[in-house]
T-cell receptor, first 112, second 114 residues
Framework: EDKVVQSPLSLVVHEGDTVTLNCSYE??????LLWYKQEKKAPTFLFML????IEKKSGRLSSILDKKELFSILNITATQTGDSAVYLC????????????FGSGTQLTVLP | AAGVIQSPRHLIKEKRETATLKCYPI?????VYWYQQGPGQDPQFLIS???????DKGSIPDRFSAQQFSDYHSELNMSSLELGDSALYFC?????????????FGAGTRLSVL
């Protein structure tokens, strides 16, 4: 059975801190790993990682995938209160089965 | 840019009633996915459609059915509702083979079964 595990489950930091969110996976026919940000509504797409060792960046957010060790990290630097959300990682399989298997998410709270 | 549109946003039903949720994918997207997210849980895949044909099936109860129509919108039909069906139901769409098949999510329909 496919499994995606995120840690920590929750994190409370102050504005300006840097955080690292972890995601490990065990997925048959793994193709890609996706990160989403969820703020009480639809998950918003952040990154898709398919190749190992290539960092993707978007502003203060960056992410990288290690396909040998089967994990990914999401870094957020200089956090802001607007970064408060649940961050979900999800694994995408190759082949005809294209549904996402989600982790339980990391609840990030950024205090002013 | 156009996003995935879901309706209704909120729905309140009683036990044993039926409900129909609608999803309008991003224009030109050919694949639609349905997910169920219970309180405090991660989204669970229910079912997906590619070019109006069911492409994959997850943990969808037999009481639920879904289809994708000729205009690519999809409907999730839920019958004999139970209290445990109360959840946020997300629809996502993607373009198969495009941009790595990124799934974009709608705002969800919050279903409350009383």
């Amino acid at each position: 059975e496919d499994k995606v595990v995120q840690s920590p489950l929750s994190l409370v930091v102050h504005e300006g801190d840097t955080v690292t969110l972890n995601c490990s996976y065990e997925v048959t026919n793994f193709r890609s790993l996706l990160w989403y940000k969820q703020e009480k509504k639809a998950p918003t797409f952040l990154f898709m990682l398919t190749s190992s060792g290539i960092e993707k960046k978007s502003g203060r957010l960056s992410s990288i995938l290690d396909k040998k060790e089967l994990f990914s990290i999401l870094n957020i630097t200089a956090t802001q209160t607007g970064d408060s959300a649940v961050y979900l990682c999800a694994a995408l399989r190759s082949g005809s089965a294209r549904q996402l298997t989600f982790g339980s998410g990391t609840q990030l709270t950024v205090l002013p | 840019a156009a996003g995935v549109i879901q309706s209704p946003r909120h729905l309140i039903k009683e036990k044993r009633e039926t409900a129909t949720l609608k999803c309008y994918p991003i224009p030109r997207h050919d694949t639609v996915y349905w997910y169920q997210q219970g309180p405090g849980q991660d989204p669970q895949f229910l079912i997906s459609f590619y070019e109006k044909m069911q492409s994959d099936k997850g943990s969808i109860p037999d009481r639920f059915s879904a289809q994708q129509f000729s205009d690519y919108h999809s409907e999730l039909n839920m019958s004999s509702l139970e209290l445990g069906d109360s959840a946020l139901y997300f629809c996502a769409s993607s373009l198969l083979g495009g941009a790595g098949n990124i799934q974009y999510f709608g705002a969800g329909t919050r279903l409350s079964v009383l």
